[in-house]
């Protein structure tokens, strides 16, 4: 799935070959994705693409009258072509524009979407609950810290909740945590607002250098094969379960975490011992309760 590096890299991949271009003309082969393609995306045509911008994972298309959205789901990518370059399978929309240039997407798992904004209103919602960039100064020393508010959740489950903060993904919540050194299953309530303002700074290198390293496949948009917006990168835990720690040479473990990986140093990222959940103790307490009741009912059975 394509994180917040990737759509970043998309978005600086894509703008120098259509912003400030005229529409010419919208195709919607397959309008069947996440969500169905609305009509309504047919009348960008004749209008400027003013910029590109990115919020999160989607990309933010504006013109005049509103904006188009783009998210690239699970398997999606888009590319930069000349307008007459035959559809191969998967491309499901396209939008050519007046210097001969067009933006196809291509969505194996259709798990993509196309949407419009009129007026650049987000009826859906999908943005509007949406937790800072982690790339501004909206998320700074004190955000994390002040959003744990001793909640008892995985620090990892924590830093992919997009009302937390948005774009940090697995792969780059893997590769923070282990960088500051913190197990992914340690509760955000065990952390300091010290190490958390620490994580914070991790959290910016590590995606500024994921942005940085996919610069250089800039050119791939403008290929009509291959995968553009996606990268080798040079990564510490993720994706390396039963190999060695760089740092300490420990086989590096992993668990399941919401359904997704989170490999981890034992030895770099010791899990800390953690009160136990507030659930586990209640459900003590209903036990204990019902072992009262029993033993009062039998000695009140006795003495009748």
């Not at 699970?74 to 210097?99: C, W, Y």
Request: glycine fraction near 6%.
């Amino acid at each position: 799935m394509p994180e917040l590096p990737e759509v970043e890299v998309c978005r600086l991949g894509i703008t120098p070959h259509i912003a400030m271009q005229t529409v010419t003309s919208v195709v919607v082969r397959n309008a069947k994705l996440r969500w169905p393609i609305p009509d309504e995306v047919h009348g960008i045509v004749d209008q400027v693409l003013e910029k590109i911008e990115r919020r999160s994972k989607y990309l933010l298309l504006r013109f005049s009258s509103g904006t188009l959205l783009l998210h690239l789901g699970m398997s999606g990518s888009v590319r930069i072509l000349e307008q007459d370059t035959p559809a191969i399978k998967h491309d499901h929309f396209e939008v050519t524009f007046d210097n001969g240039k067009m933006l196809r997407l291509n969505d194996p798992r259709r798990f993509g979407a196309v949407l419009w904004f009129p007026e650049h209103l987000d009826l859906q919602g999908l943005l509007t609950k949406l937790g800072p960039e982690p790339l501004t100064d909206d998320f700074d020393h004190g955000h994390l810290f002040s959003k744990a508010n001793n909640r008892k959740v995985p620090v990892k489950t924590f830093l992919m909740d997009n009302h937390v903060v948005v774009g940090v993904g697995n792969i780059y919540a893997n590769e923070s945590l282990f960088i500051a050194s913190i197990h992914p299953a340690t509760l955000v309530n065990s952390i300091s607002e010290a190490k958390f303002n620490e994580l914070t700074d991790i959290i910016k290198q590590v995606l500024a250098a994921a942005i940085e390293q996919g610069g250089t496949t800039l050119k791939d948009f403008t290929q009509a094969d291959g995968k553009p917006g996606y990268f080798a990168q040079k990564l510490f835990v993720y994706g390396r379960a039963g190999e060695k720690c760089d740092g300490c040479q420990s086989v590096l473990e992993e668990i399941r975490q919401s359904n997704r990986s989170s490999v981890f140093c034992p030895q770099c990222q010791v899990l800390p011992k953690q009160k136990p959940a507030a659930k586990k103790a209640s459900a003590k307490k209903k036990i204990k309760a019902k072992v009262v009741k029993k033993t009062t009912n039998n000695k009140a059975t006795d003495k009748s």
